[in-house]
């Protein structure tokens, strides 16, 4: 830790730009695709940048799409649709999502509970 501030160090909660990241994305209609909007864990909308392709993979998964933006112009895109956070270099996600889910079993119908 340095114990010297200099005039051109910035200060500890002010934001400094994170430069090109790696912006997950998803196929959208037709040939465009669609940045991919998280929540933070207090459900706010937030834009997720990477500021390599090793930690995008790491989080995300390998087939994890993505494209090169600045973080002013990710910032831009996804304000108007209400994500006005921009979290750089995510390390903790949920899990996915089993595509299998397991069969709910079958409850007995009003006849066979009038019957017994």
Same mark, same amino acid.
């Given at each position: ?19 090109? @990241? ?9 040939? &465009?695709? +669609?940045? #991919?909007?998280?929540?933070? *864990? $207090? /459900? %706010? ?14 989080? @995300? ?9 600045? &973080?002013? +112009?990710? #910032?831009?895109?996804?304000? *108007? $649709? /209400? %994500? ?29 509970? #009038?019957?017994?």
């Amino acid at each position: 830790m340095c114990l010297f501030q200099y005039d051109d160090d910035p200060e500890p909660e002010e934001q400094v730009p994170a430069g090109p @990241l790696y912006v997950p994305v998803r196929p959208g209609s037709g040939a &465009e695709t +669609v940045i #991919r909007l998280f929540r933070t *864990p $207090l /459900g %706010a909308r937030t834009a997720v940048g990477f500021t390599s392709t090793h930690r995008l993979t790491a989080v @995300l998964g390998e087939h994890q799409t993505c494209i090169r933006l600045s &973080e002013a +112009v990710l #910032r831009a895109l996804c304000e *108007p $649709l /209400g %994500a006005s956070l921009v979290t750089v270099d995510p390390t903790l996600s949920a899990p996915t999502v089993p595509k299998e889910t397991t069969p709910t079993p079958e409850l007995p119908s009003a006849q066979a509970l #009038r019957a017994v």
